[in-house]
Nanobody, 123 residues
Framework: VQLQAFGGGLVQPGGSLRLSCAASGRAFSSYAVGWFRQAPGKEREFVATISWNGGRTADADSVKGRFTISRDNAKNTVYLQMNSLKPEDSAVYYC?????????????????WGQGTLVTVSS
């Protein structure tokens, strides 16, 4: 499966963005998907994950209550709605996918990665 992340941009603190992760290939509905982010000079960190059917989601403490992950398998797309953005949310955001029935939280658990989309939160 091939992934393409898009929707990043420049937003003021307190603003919102919605990232999309579009997948090509069949059977995307059997893949769990995760969002990760990497700020300059820092390691890539987990943001959120969603199970193959969207029935289970989880997110990092740093984004809890502000970010929401969802998916539309009919459109082969996973979304990350980001509200109340803070400067510390600035990073390149990556989506990743793997087959499996669970949720996955570690980078090494994912087999496929998108190219990343840059989010900058600044006034």
């Amino acid at each position: 499966v091939q992934l393409q992340a898009f929707g990043g941009g420049l937003v003021q603190p307190g603003g919102s963005l919605r990232l999309s992760c579009a997948a090509s290939g069949r059977a995307f509905s059997s893949y769990a998907v995760g969002w990760f982010r990497q700020a300059p000079g820092k390691e890539r960190e987990f943001v959120a994950t969603i199970s193959w059917n969207g029935g289970r989601t989880a997110d990092a403490d740093s984004v809890k209550g502000r970010f929401t992950i969802s998916r539309d398998n009919a459109k082969n797309t996973v979304y990350l709605q980001m509200n109340s953005l803070k400067p510390e949310d600035s990073a390149v955001y990556y989506c990743a996918a793997r087959q499996g029935a669970s949720m996955y939280f570690k980078r090494y658990e994912y087999d496929y990665w998108g190219q990343g989309t840059l989010v900058t939160v600044s006034s």
